[in-house]
């Protein structure tokens, strides 16, 4: 089986502009997670969504939003990009919700810069 | 205070010897989890556990469930065990929380 897709895998952008990432879950897999890294604030909490619904968020700004779509793939979105949100970003996908304890599969990440 | 702490943060060690990093956590969990981080970002989910001991290999990950405190220990460690290694435990919002990573080095 293929693992976790993320595109793009690198990505420069300006500030204030706003940016899409793309994450493909395992197939079969129908529940995605989002999580931010950064040396400051290491790894932090995003979003889980499962069977398109959103379950649970992190906290941050409204800023930061995502969507699953039928077929379990997950985007995110950044709008109005700070310099902070210079970061890699991080999917995780799993069989069923994360909360019953199914094991998470991570992706290679989407290295996002702010200039 | 951080909900999760690992120690050490750094740790240096040679090929064949014994590691144990630590992580304690504040809150009460549903799970704690043990990941491994390569140079490059990409991150392995290595044990998921709620209570007693796992084995994996020359991994082996225990919990106390009433210290909130759990080890990952590596036997006959090897240079391609070096990475970064984080402690993540599922609290009561069921988000997960993280910890800041100890950055293990195996020198040949």
């Known amino acids: 089986k293929a693992g976790v897709t993320q595109t793009p895998r690198y990505l420069i952008k300006t500030r204030g502009q706003q940016v899409t990432l793309s994450c493909s879950p395992i197939s079969g897999h129908r529940s995605v997670s989002w999580y931010q890294q950064t040396p400051g604030q290491g790894l932090q909490f995003l979003f889980e969504?499962?069977?398109?619904?959103?379950?649970n968020k992190g906290n941050f700004p409204g800023r930061f939003s995502g969507r699953q779509f039928s077929n379990s793939r997950s985007e995110m979105n950044v709008s109005t990009l700070e310099l902070g949100d210079s970061a890699l970003y991080l999917c995780?996908?799993?069989?069923?919700?994360?909360?019953?304890?199914?094991?998470?599969?991570f992706g290679p990440g989407t290295r996002l810069t702010v200039t | 205070k951080n909900e999760v702490e690992q120690s050490p943060q750094n740790l240096t060690a040679q090929e064949g010897e014994f590691i144990t990093i630590n992580c304690s956590y504040s809150?009460?969990?549903?799970?704690l989890h043990w990941l491994q981080q390569h140079p490059g970002g990409g991150i392995v989910s290595l044990f998921m556990?709620?209570?007693g001991k796992k084995k994996h290999g020359r991994l082996i990950a225990t919990i106390n469930i009433q210290e909130k405190h759990s080890s990952l220990h590596i036997t006959a460690s090897h240079p391609r065990d070096s990475a970064v290694y984080i402690c993540a435990v599922r609290g009561g919002a069921q988000k997960l929380v993280f910890g800041q990573g100890t950055r293990l080095t195996i020198n040949p």
């Open positions: 556990l709620s209570s």
């Open positions: 995780a996908s799993s069989l069923g919700r994360p909360t019953s304890s199914y094991e998470q599969y």
């Open positions: 969504y499962f069977s398109e619904t959103q379950r």
């Open positions: 809150v009460g969990i549903s799970a």
